[in-house]
């Protein structure tokens, strides 16, 4: 199981509360996990990341395990402590004005 | 008895203002999307409960949001605008070739007589179509891929497709209009497209009276009478009786003939609004007063409308999409500004209140009228 912590407002895009917990079958990685995420929550393709596993949107971050893997390829194994559901995912929103 | 529907887009969300038909006393719902960009909202002409949304953030970018029943509950639907084949370049500030970059949605039109149909206007400039409610969405490509494109140039606020009107007589036909390309028209639907520019003077741009080039901020045509198209500029208010084909101002003694919103009475097609701002430097009223003008004679003739106005000390803007009218026996006549207030008159402008007082800035208002 992989914990997701999403910002604020793509929580209530994806109207959760707390946590989402995912389930990745084969490697885990950026990629898989956000594969993952956007196909149990549609309104968030696009939000996270360019539509079809594009890039990053420039403003989103990814940390996990106080490490910032936004600039990692997206296909770099996830931290273990995060594959084992021990740390969360982080998808963070930049502090970026507004 | 019969009423209206407000719906308010703001910098941190939206919000539905509702009243019967007296519009004195208003039931304000709100916020949706808190904390989003809400650039426009706009209801179906053939299904009042159906409503769409435009919803962004620096942050995350483009989200549709669908209602099927007056706001009361929402749906994101598709938020895919890819720009159809190679986008090619338009020009950025400094002169150089910029890619075509999807930024947002400034402007949702719903089709007159389908629901499920419906336009958007995208900044960097195009023209989107959903026949599937919002679920997915095609380019028009022929607009951008006019042969004018590559030289169309941001305005301040960025390459906005921002005006979009379906003419409800000729089928087929549709108006756009671009900042800082111009104005726009189709006649097949949006198959082709050409300027319709000419009797337009810009001292902004390097030939005044070009082709192509014109920071038009806003059109506005009334149903009955499509042919007349009022449009308010960068500077200048102009008037088409010709579909677009040629313009003549129209801003006769306006105290500033720069702004941004234009609009047409519900019942009187030759009676128009606007909001004069100071310049294109000084975002605010002349004077520190904020006065709708009023035309009853389709231009060249304007009265101020300031009871219940601020008259002093006053210094938000009007933006081009936060101005619209009911059709009410009694019109009613809406505007919002960046002051976070929204207005109303029920009798066509000649007294003002406000509806709300302190919403985040407003960036568009629409109205429908409900049976």
Not at chain 2, 66 to 73: E, H, K, L, V
Request: proline fraction near 8%; glycine fraction near 12%.
């Amino acid at each position: 199981m992989i914990r997701v912590v999403l910002p604020a407002h793509l929580r209530a895009l994806a109207r959760v509360n707390g946590e989402v917990h995912i389930d990745i079958t084969g490697p885990v990685t950026q990629r898989s996990v956000l594969d993952a995420l956007e196909a149990r929550y549609p309104m968030l393709r696009g939000t996270i990341r360019a539509h079809g596993g594009g890039p990053r949107r420039a403003f989103i971050r990814f940390f996990a395990c106080e490490q910032d893997l936004s600039h990692d390829p997206p296909d770099n194994p996830l931290p273990e402590a995060v594959a084992a559901g021990t740390e969360p995912y982080l998808i963070v929103g930049a502090m970026a004005g507004g | 008895m019969s009423g209206v529907r407000v719906l308010a887009g703001t910098r941190k969300g939206a919000f539905v203002l509702t009243s019967d038909g007296a519009r004195k006393q208003w039931e304000v719902s709100g916020p949706h999307f808190a904390g989003w960009e809400i650039y426009h909202v706009k209801g179906s002409p053939a299904d009042p409960a159906r409503l769409y949304a435009s919803q962004s953030s620096g942050w995350s970018g483009q989200v549709i949001q669908r209602s099927d029943d007056g706001g009361a509950t929402w749906a994101p639907v598709g938020n895919q605008f890819a720009y159809q084949g190679t986008p090619g370049t338009h020009q950025w500030y400094d002169g150089t070739p910029h890619p075509w970059e999807f930024a947002r949605v400034w402007h949702l039109e719903p089709s007159l007589d389908d629901p499920d149909v419906v336009y958007a206007g995208v900044e960097d400039a195009g023209l989107f179509r959903s026949d599937d409610g919002g679920q997915s969405w095609q380019e028009l490509p022929q607009l951008r891929g006019h042969e004018s494109g590559p030289s169309w140039q941001p305005g301040a606020g960025g390459m906005c497709l921002h005006t979009i009107l379906l003419d409800p007589l000729q089928q087929g036909r549709m108006f756009a209009a671009i900042s800082a390309a111009g104005a726009f028209r189709s006649d097949d639907a949006g198959q082709t497209w050409r300027p319709i520019n000419r009797g337009l003077q810009s001292e902004g741009i390097p030939d005044p009276d070009a082709e192509v080039g014109h920071c038009v901020h806003r059109l506005a045509m009334h149903p009955s009478r499509p042919d007349v198209l009022f449009m308010q500029k960068h500077w200048d208010v102009m008037r088409s009786d010709n579909g677009g084909e040629s313009w003549r101002e129209i801003s006769g003694n306006l105290p500033s003939d720069f702004g941004f919103p234009i609009d047409v009475h519900a019942h009187e097609p030759d009676t128009i609004y606007v909001v004069p701002i100071t310049s294109d430097a000084e975002h605010f009223p002349p004077d520190g007063k904020l006065r709708v003008y009023r035309s009853r004679t389709g231009g060249d003739d304007w009265e101020p409308l300031t009871t219940g106005l601020p008259q002093q000390h006053c210094y938000v803007n009007v933006l081009r999409d936060a101005m619209a009218v009911d059709s009410l026996d009694s019109c009613g006549v809406y505007f919002g500004t960046t002051g976070g207030q929204v207005y109303v008159s029920a009798d066509s402008g000649d007294s003002w209140a406000p509806i709300v007082r302190d919403l985040p800035a407003v960036l568009s208002v629409e109205v429908q009228t409900l049976p």
